[in-house]
T-cell receptor, first 112, second 111 residues
Framework: SQQGEEDPQALSIQEGENATMNCSYK?????LQWYRQNSGRGLVHLIL?????REKHSGRLRVTLDTSKKSSSLLITASRAADTASYFC????????????FGGGTRVLVKP | DGGITQSPKYLFRKEGQNVTLSCEQN?????MYWYRQDPGQGLRLIYY???????QKGDIAEGYSVSREKKESFPLTVTSAQKNPTAFYLC??????????FGSGTRLTVV
């Protein structure tokens, strides 16, 4: 079963705009991770946020986690055409926190 | 360079045939995973292994088998019992509490 559900399913923006996508999950987690997938390729790890963290930054990426609402958001600032991809959230659970359940993804199109 | 290699990139299977997908990593990661991705969908866990000589079923293990005889290798066999095997298969590895490193995937098609 898929624990994480992304919203929206698809997003189209102009280059330079910000892109925000959300992820909701159902049960307690150890950590939450975001990945990017270009068409037909493997996934690339973007950022990991632990259950006791509330916000994390990496370059133009900002991730928030609200465990009381069981939700997370990924913000990409000043988007570029190269950011066009599908973005997946994945929830890690168990003692090691490294068994992940992936959501269905948000497809982002950045128009030049 | 450290990484994870999947082969082949494309694979065609005839009805009733078993096929094996290769996954090799040189990252010294203990854990390895196999996921299946259908068009426009997220990833579903087939099997995972936290340590050599041990592996666990994921959410959709029926029709698949794995082995973990070496730390570096985690091959996946798609058996004839898997009735709808056409999909994109992704292998990954990780350390505890870390993000996954994915291979570039194998696209399997039944002909």
């Amino acid at each position: 079963s898929q624990q994480g559900e992304e919203d929206p399913q698809a997003l189209s923006i102009q280059e330079g705009e910000n892109a925000t996508m959300n992820c909701s999950y159902k049960t307690s987690i150890n950590n939450l991770q975001w990945y990017r997938q270009n068409s037909g390729r493997g996934l690339v790890h973007l950022i990991l946020i632990r259950s006791n963290e509330r916000e994390k930054h990496s370059g133009r990426l900002r991730v928030t986690l609200d465990t009381s609402k069981k939700s997370s958001s990924l913000l990409i600032t000043a988007s570029r055409a190269a950011d066009t991809a599908s973005y997946f959230c994945a929830t890690g659970y168990g003692a090691a926190g490294n068994k992940l359940t992936f959501g269905g993804g948000t497809r982002v199109l950045v128009k030049p | 360079d450290g990484g994870i290699t999947q082969s082949p990139k494309y694979l065609f299977r005839k009805e009733g045939q078993n096929v094996t997908l290769s996954c090799e990593q040189n990252l010294n990661h203990d854990a390895m995973y196999w996921y299946r991705q259908d068009p426009g969908q997220g990833l579903r866990l087939i099997y995972y292994s936290q340590i050599v000589n041990d592996f666990q079923k994921g959410d959709i293990a029926e029709g698949y088998s794995v082995s973990r005889e070496k730390k570096e290798s985690f091959p996946l066999t798609v058996t004839s019992a898997q009735k709808n095997p056409t999909a994109f298969y992704l292998c990954a590895s990780s350390i505890s509490q870390g993000g996954y490193t994915f291979g570039s995937g194998t696209r399997l098609t039944v002909v």
